[in-house]
Structures are given as C-alpha cells and as structure tokens.
C-alpha cells in the first residue's frame, strides 16, 4: 500500500480512519476549531494561524499521531505537496479589506497572503525540513500531481503529506493522504483521484 | 530517471532595467539601478523597479502583459509542434492580486494565470501553477527540469511574473522590509529590500537542437524548509543548507566545484545573514557570491528565473557581476560577496532563493560556453 492513510474535510465534516465528526454550527473557522478540538491536540498555535493552514494542519495531524501514518517516520524526509484553487485568498480578502477601509497595512495579515505559508506552518508543527511545493489548481487532479511527486522522490523524500485544500468565504475543503514513496508508482494516482473525488 | 543532458535556452525577461537578457547584461555592466521613487501606487512614495508601460503590449490586465511579452517572444522562437510533449509551469506569488484590490476576489486566483498562459501556448496539457514565496519562480524551474528527467515531457516552457502592486508594497511595508534608498544587499547599513515587477521565462529541452541559443545546462535542484519561523529565516540557515547540500549531492559535485553563487540577497537584514551563515556552513565561504535585487528590485515570483538568467549569461562570458549597493560588506557568515565584477574560470552556477514560510530552493546551472 502505498497510500497509509487520508483525512477529509468539507464544510465542518472531518473524516479520518473511518471515523468522522460533523459539526455544522457556526461559521466556517468555528467548524474548523471544532473539528480541532475534537482531537484533543494541544498545539495553541493552530488557532493562530491563517484558515488554509489551518485547513492543512487539522488534515495532516492524524498522519503525526501516536501510531499515525508517518509517526515513526524520519521528519527529515517527509515531503509536502499541497494543491489549491482559491489558496490564500481568504486571507488576501482580509487583508485587503483592512488597507481598503482603514489604509493600514496590517504585517499579522499579510503574512499569509500567500498559499505556501501553510506548508511553513505544516513545518513548523511537525518538524518537517524537506522538499516541498504549493501547485495552484482548478480542482484537484491527481495526473497534474504526478511530476511534483515524482521530483519530492528525486530529492530524496520517503513520504509525503499530499492532498487538495480549499478554503474561501464560508466554505472549507480537504482531501490529505500519506504517501509511501518507496511503493509509490502512477498506477497509484487513480486511488488518489479517487480519494479527490469521494471528498 | 533519464541521464540524458537537459538543456536551457530561449531565455526571455523583462524588468525595470529594460528587455532581453543581453541587455540586461549590459545595463548591469554599464549602468546604474533602475529603481525610482514610485510616486501614486502607495500612500508614500517608495523605491520600486516599475517597467515602462511602453515595453508592455496592450491588454487588459497588467500581469497578463507582462507574460504576453515574454511568452510571445518565446513561442515565436520555440513554435511548438501539437505532437511534441510540452509542459508549462508558470510561477508567481500574488497572480492578478489587482484584481482583489478592485472588488474581483474570483479574478485574482492563481490557476487562471496560469490558464491565459496555456491558452497563450496553445497547449492542451493543464499547466503547472507553482506558488511557494519567494522561491516561486526557481522551485518552478525545479519541477520542470525534474518533470523531464521523469520522462514525463520531452521540453518544458518555464515562466515567472509578479506585476507591483499596493498590496504587496504596503505589505512589506508594515513589516519594516523596505529599505528608504535602493537596496544593498550583504552591505553593512543594508536596511531592507526594494521591490520590483517582472517576467521572465526560458525554454528546457532534452532535444538541444530544439531550443534557440542554448545559455546553459540543468545540473541538479532542490528545495528544503527552516522549519523555524513564518516570516523570518532560520537563523542557522537549516533549510538553504539542507537545500544546498542537497543539489549538491544530487549532481555528486561539491561545494568547491561550484564557480559562483547567485544569492537570494533581498538587502534584509535576516535573509542576507542567513544565507551568509548558511552558504559558510555549505564550504561555499571562497565562491564570488552576488544579488542582483539593487538593479531592478525584488521581484517575486519572477525573481528566481531572472536572476538565473543574468547570472548564467554573465557566466558565460566567465564573469560574475557585482552586488549593486553593496560598499562594505557586513554579515556574520564568511562569504565572498563581490562589490565589483570579477572574472572566474567555472561554469558552474548555483542559484539559490527562499522566502516567507520558510523555504528554500537550489539549483546547479552549468554555463554554455
């Protein structure tokens, strides 16, 4: 196997190992806090950070835990490799509000003007100093992730958190995997389109 | 794996500085900075590298224009054939944020940057749309040379632009990242970076005799994290170090083989010291190190592609260009940062960029004599 495990999200529903938790109270960072809560991780600064990482950090955190996918794997050769259609728009549109009605720039806001800040998060929380890359798409596609994979091989990584995260306005979607590497083949890439779609 | 040679070529940019790579090597050798004050863009007036609007063709959205004038300078080199296997992997950071800034959230998402450019390349392949900071337009660089090597395409065309914006100027802004005179990156009194707009591009091919003017060849590449902060470097350098070392082992050279260093250098006071740090703890103490950002800008998402172009044209010609703005150098990590050109007997370049979230990207250039 070399997909070990996946997480979805979608709209305050998140599904990991078979197990999912809805919460369809409240607006769009109060889900997302909710299904954080609900793993009962302490880490403050997830409720700090930017919604699409956010969004990365709640689908990447069953891959991290005791007995997790990646738990006994070296930090230093897990890969990362988000795709995203609206990326950090949520975050440009706050931003932007903020030096459209007041003319003040707020550095807290700017910050996470951009999609990869989320990987840097996704770092950060677990330690990960390895290859990594942000690819802006439509809508997730496994066949248009194929050469990045193939390059996070090339540069030496053993696993990867791989996946689709959406966030703009009231709406928040996922869809993560951890990836063997060392199995991995194109053949593979209809079980990761499939994840795509389910979710 | 394919170990065929990949090679680089058609090289295509504009800046501040002007159009083409050549000139923009003469500029560089003979002139001064193209950074002005910018006046109307920003509640205050700022050093910025803004391209003459007559450089530009028409259109509606200045980030398309700025793709418009490389890539259709480039397709007319290359003329793709529909039965070749072509890649586009376009590179930015803000995309058509104008957009935002005019009420039209929809407008300004990334992919459809890189849908004008497909649409420009007549390709049916979706592109490939790399987002990651700074280290945009070298990571994207990366993916494509990587893509080949996977024998997933036979040639790839490779793009990077960012239009200025006052999203982005206010932004850095607020961060105290910009320097109130042109940046001078590895200088002493260095106070920030300057920003500046761009697009640059370049063709790669395993097939040498399909791109015109072949500049260089693909050597190795890789991208690392710090791991360490948002929005400032390690300050260790962890990631750039991990992404050295890494091309380095890739292409099984080392740090001494590398003829010249073409840094990031922003003129910030963290990025320059970390790179510094970082390129000591790599063996990379000797190498004629420079940053080009004094001449047009930081450009973003472009910047890691044109800055490639130059340094490798410069080489070239066995000559590294001068850090514009730097007089007396001051970071802690031992490095050779030339403040005048200087002629060298390598080859070999290494490029390197990193940006916000902590990333870092490398690669290895050798020079087409």
Known sequence: MSILASTAYHDGAFTSAGVRFA??????DQRLAAAWNQLRI????????????????????????????????????????????????????????????EGVASPALFVPTLPSIALGELSIRHGLH?????????????????????????????????????????????????????????????????????? | ?????????????????????????????????ALRT???????????????????????????????????????DLKPRPHERWLLVVATTKGDIAAMEQGDAAASALPLLGEHARQRCGFGAQPLVVSLACASGTAAFILACSAIEQDRYDHAIVIGA????????????????????????????????????ACAAVAISRDRDRIPEVIGRWVAGSIAHDANHISGPSRTGEGLLRAVQNALRIADLRASDIAAV????????????????????????????????????????????????????????????????????????????????????????LKTSSGFGGCNAAVIIEAES
């Not at chain 1, 919460?23 to 769009?28: F, I, S």
């Not at chain 2, 109307?40 to 063709?57: H, N, Q, R, V, W």
């Not at chain 2, 073409?262 to 703890?281: C, K, L, P, Q, W």
């Not at chain 2, 066995?318 to 080859?347: F, K, Q």
Request: hydrophobic share 45%; net charge negative; charged share 20%.
């Open chain 1, 23 to 28: 919460c369809v109270d409240g607006d769009a």
């Open chain 1, 130 to 199: 390895g290859s990594g890359v942000c690819l802006m798409m439509p809508a997730p596609s496994a066949s248009a992730l194929a050469p990045a994979i193939g390059m996070l091989k090339q540069q030496g990584m053993r696993h990867i958190v791989c996946g689709w995260a959406d966030t703009f306005a009231s709406h928040a979607r996922s869809a993560f995997a951890a990836i063997a590497l060392e199995t991995w083949a194109d053949t593979h890439l209809n079980q990761l389109q499939s994840l795509f779609d389910e979710h």
């Open chain 2, 162 to 197: 960012d239009a200025l914006s006052r999203f982005v100027l206010e932004g850095f802004a607020s961060l105290y990242a910009l320097d109130a005179v042109p940046c001078r990156p590895f200088d002493a009194h260095r106070a920030g970076t300057t920003l500046g707009e």
């Open chain 2, 1 to 33: 794996m394919s170990g065929a040679p990949i090679w680089i070529g058609a090289a295509h940019c504009v800046s501040a500085l002007g159009e083409g790579p050549r000139f923009h090597l003469q500029r560089m050798r003979d002139g001064g900075t």
């Open chain 2, 262 to 349: 073409n840094a990031h250098g922003t003129g910030t006071a963290y990025n320059d010291a970390m790179e510094s740090i970082a390129f000591e703890r790599c063996g990379l103490s000797d190498a004629p190190l420079s940053g080009y950002k004094g001449w047009f800008g930081h450009t973003l998402g472009a910047a890691g592609l044109l800055e490639t172009i130059v340094a490798v044209q410069a080489l070239r010609e066995g000559t590294v260009l001068r850090t514009l703005g730097l007089s007396e150098p001051g970071v802690p990590g031992r490095v050779n940062a030339i403040s005048a050109d200087a002629a060298v007997p390598g080859r070999m370049l």
């Open chain 2, 38 to 76: 910018v006046p109307g863009l920003t509640a205050k007036p700022m050093f910025a590298g803004l391209i003459p609007d007559e450089l530009l063709p028409a259109g509606p959205r200045r980030i398309q224009r700025l793709l418009d004038r490389c890539l259709l300078e480039l397709l007319d």
């Open chain 1, 42 to 101: 302490d880490y403050p600064r997830f409720h700090r950070a930017d919604r699409l990482s956010r969004l990365l950090l709640l689908s990447a955190a069953p891959f991290f835990e005791a007995n997790g996918a990646l738990a006994a794997c070296d930090p230093e050769t897990i890969g990362m490799l988000l795709c995203t259609c609206t990326g950090s728009m949520e975050s440009d549109a706050r931003y932007q509000a903020l030096l459209r009605d």
